[in-house]
Structures are given as structure tokens and as C-alpha cells.
């Protein structure tokens, strides 16, 4: 893949197909290489064998694998991985075992680019 400077390869993971293409398209209007997967354990599959990714934004409920569930697995195949969870809850349950950065649902193109750059210090974002 092509990357232009500041680009980002960047997994969804969403079992909501409306959200998942809404976010693609966000994500890609600002310049973003973008993956998808519409379950954890796709996602895992995904990172296991990609080459590159860079950030996963996760849903945080969905069925069979919540997105804490998934930050977990993803932690045992690439610890240095950052995750994201989108989620409709103001709070996460307190289960969830994570500390994980959150972007509220329904979010802006603006809020996922400044979410998106306060985990990549130094990249400007792109929205």
C-alpha cells in the first residue's frame, strides 16, 4: 500500500455495518489507510497477518467479543498496538479491565481526528 505522509493504516472493527462504513469513510476522507472487520475475532485474524497497522478503533459491544475482550487479544499479538473503543455507553462497565481511550457515540469526523492525533503526538490531524 501506498502511504501518503502522516497516513495511517488503521483496522474498524464494528458488527453495525452503517457505523463501520460510516467511520471508513471519516477515516479515508482524512487520508487513511483503512481495514475492516465486523468481529473480534476477524480483527485478531486481520492483525495476525497484516504487515502494517498502525491503530484499531473498536465498537465496545458487540457479540461474541466486546471491544475490551479484543484489546486484550490484540495485546498478546502486538502489545505496542493502539486501540481506540467507540462506544454508546458515557461510561465503560467495570469489567471492561481496561484502560483504554474512548471516543463517544455518535462522533464527528473532527472528534475522530483529534482522538486520532492524541495518540499519535506530532501528527497533525488531517480533518
Do not use: C, W
Not at 71 to 83: E, F, N, Q
Not at 90 to 105: F, H, T, V, Y
Not at 117 to 126: D, T, V
Request: charged content about 20%; overall charge negative; aromatic content about 4%.
Amino acid at each position: 500500500m501506498d502511504h501518503t505522509p502522516g497516513a495511517l493504516t488503521i483496522l474498524v472493527v464494528d458488527d453495525d455495518a452503517l457505523i463501520s462504513m460510516s467511520t471508513v469513510d471519516m477515516l479515508e476522507d482524512m487520508g487513511h489507510q483503512v481495514l475492516e472487520a465486523t468481529s473480534g475475532a476477524q480483527a485478531l485474524e486481520i492483525v495476525r497477518a497484516a504487515e502494517r497497522i498502525d491503530l484499531v478503533i473498536t465498537d465496545y459491544s458487540m457479540p461474541g467479543m466486546n471491544g475490551a475482550e479484543l484489546a486484550t487479544g490484540l495485546r498478546k499479538i502486538r502489545g505496542d498496538l493502539p486501540v481506540l473503543v467507540a462506544t454508546g455507553y458515557s461510561d465503560l462497565p467495570s469489567d471492561a479491565g481496561l484502560d483504554l481511550p474512548r471516543l463517544g457515540k455518535p462522533y464527528s469526523q473532527e472528534q475522530l481526528a483529534h482522538e486520532i492525533s492524541n495518540l499519535f503526538p506530532g501528527r497533525s490531524p488531517s480533518a
